[in-house]
């Protein structure tokens, strides 16, 4: 089993505790040089909310997108935009990557913004 098929299998066993849980879901995607979050319904059929450093939001305010400063930025905007389409409370989908750095970062910056996980 290579790394991204080992990553996969932990993000599709997270996904089926979250569906158990029946609440929408922020998802996160990391590359190298970019992250990405989504907050999809509880029935993974449409997106509430979404943000990453593509946004032009994000990229006006940082040098390089590949790093902490710029996760911060994205999970601010994010828990944001789903407490205006009205979404307190997410469930927090890392997608099989270590809770650790960047998706770290912006986790805690979207709880400090005020979404609940």
Same mark, same amino acid.
Request: charged share 25%; aromatic share 6%.
């Given at each position: 089993m290579d790394k991204k098929a080992a990553r996969l =299998?932990?993000? $599709?066993?997270?996904?089926? =505790? *979250?569906k158990q849980l029946g609440v929408s879901r922020l998802t996160v995607h990391r590359t190298s040089q970019h *992250?990405?979050?989504q907050? *999809?319904?509880?029935?993974?059929?449409?997106? *509430?909310?979404?943000?990453?450093t $593509?946004?032009?939001d994000v990229k006006a305010n940082v040098k390089y997108?590949?790093?902490s400063e710029s996760a911060t930025l994205?999970?601010?905007?994010v828990a944001k935009r789903a407490l205006e389409a009205g979404i307190t409370e997410v469930a927090f989908d890392r997608s099989g990557f270590k809770y650790h750095g960047r998706v770290k970062a912006l986790a805690d910056a979207a709880r400090e913004a005020g979404l609940k996980f």
């Amino acid at each position: 089993m290579d790394k991204k098929a080992a990553r996969l =299998k932990r993000a $599709l066993r997270q996904r089926c =505790k *979250i569906k158990q849980l029946g609440v929408s879901r922020l998802t996160v995607h990391r590359t190298s040089q970019h *992250i990405y979050a989504q907050v *999809i319904n509880e029935d993974g059929a449409t997106t *509430i909310a979404s943000a990453s450093t $593509l946004d032009s939001d994000v990229k006006a305010n940082v040098k390089y997108s590949g790093n902490s400063e710029s996760a911060t930025l994205v999970g601010t905007l994010v828990a944001k935009r789903a407490l205006e389409a009205g979404i307190t409370e997410v469930a927090f989908d890392r997608s099989g990557f270590k809770y650790h750095g960047r998706v770290k970062a912006l986790a805690d910056a979207a709880r400090e913004a005020g979404l609940k996980f």
